[in-house]
């Protein structure tokens, strides 16, 4: 079974400029989560995808953050302008999800590291 | 969500067994405690997760007292491989509502 596809695996940017990260998660997973991982600290959801609608996105800065998983498949995560603080690495999840189902694990791709300079 | 203390890092040598404890004095009736690994560069990988008594798999045991409180994962015989950080998570991580809230985990140093 594949796993989670990301890409790109590296992006180096300046400040103010514009970047999208994409996300193809494991066939049939219904969730899909993006995380934030700044150097030395865990993981920091930004949002989460039930299908093609968000679950939770209450920790993403909308002001320049946005993302979307328009088929309810693959998502792209985009931040325009950066900024210098969002360099990090950005993780992309799946679960199989569902209304009935338990504790879920969840699957991670190798994540998309960012520089903003 | 419950959240979870655990110490920032260990060091261990090859073959011993390591067991790392994470507190987590508010974790709720529904909440499950679940632990994840991380490579440099890769991204978290789940290793085990459970309610209360112990659970076992190929790659470790879950420890967790009659009170939930805390729990302790234990991995036998570690090798250099093992190095890596630790997490520990506590949440009702059902299909719908799973969310995962990372500490800054434990930096496990295996040496030879």
């Known amino acids: 079974e594949a796993g989670v596809a990301q890409s790109p695996r590296y992006k180096i940017i300046e400040k103010r400029q514009s970047v999208a990260f994409w996300c193809n998660p494991i066939?049939?997973?219904?969730?899909l989560y993006w995380y934030q991982q700044i150097l030395g600290q865990g993981p920091k959801l930004l949002i989460q995808?039930?299908?093609?609608?968000?679950?939770?996105d209450s920790q993403l800065p909308k002001d320049r953050f946005s993302a979307e998983r328009l088929k309810g498949v693959d998502s792209t995560l985009k931040i325009q302008p950066a900024k210098l603080e969002d360099s990090a690495v950005y993780l992309c999840?799946?679960?199989?999800?569902?209304?009935?189902?338990?504790?879920?694990?969840?699957?991670f791709g190798p994540g998309t590291r960012l520089t903003v300079l | 969500l419950a959240k979870t203390t655990q110490p920032i890092s260990m060091d261990s040598y090859e073959g011993q067994e390591v067991n790392i404890t994470c507190s987590h004095n508010?974790?709720?009736?529904?909440?499950?405690i679940t632990w994840y690994q991380q490579f440099p560069s890769q991204g978290p990988r789940f290793i085990i997760q459970?309610?209360?008594t112990k659970v076992t798999n190929e790659v470790a045991s879950l420890f967790i007292p009659a009170d939930r409180k805390s729990s302790t994962l234990s991995l036998p015989r570690v090798s250099l491989s093992d190095t890596a950080v630790y997490y520990c998570?506590?949440?009702?991580?059902?299909?719908?509502?799973?969310?995962?809230?990372f500490g800054q985990g434990t930096t496990l140093q295996v040496k030879p």
């Open positions: 999840a799946s679960t199989p999800g569902g209304v009935l189902a338990g504790p879920d694990t969840q699957y």
């Open positions: 066939s049939g997973h219904a969730t």
């Open positions: 995808f039930q299908n093609n609608g968000v679950v939770d």
């Open positions: 508010n974790i709720a009736t529904n909440d499950y």
């Open positions: 459970g309610y209360k």
């Open positions: 998570l506590v949440g009702e991580v059902s299909g719908n509502t799973g969310k995962l809230i």
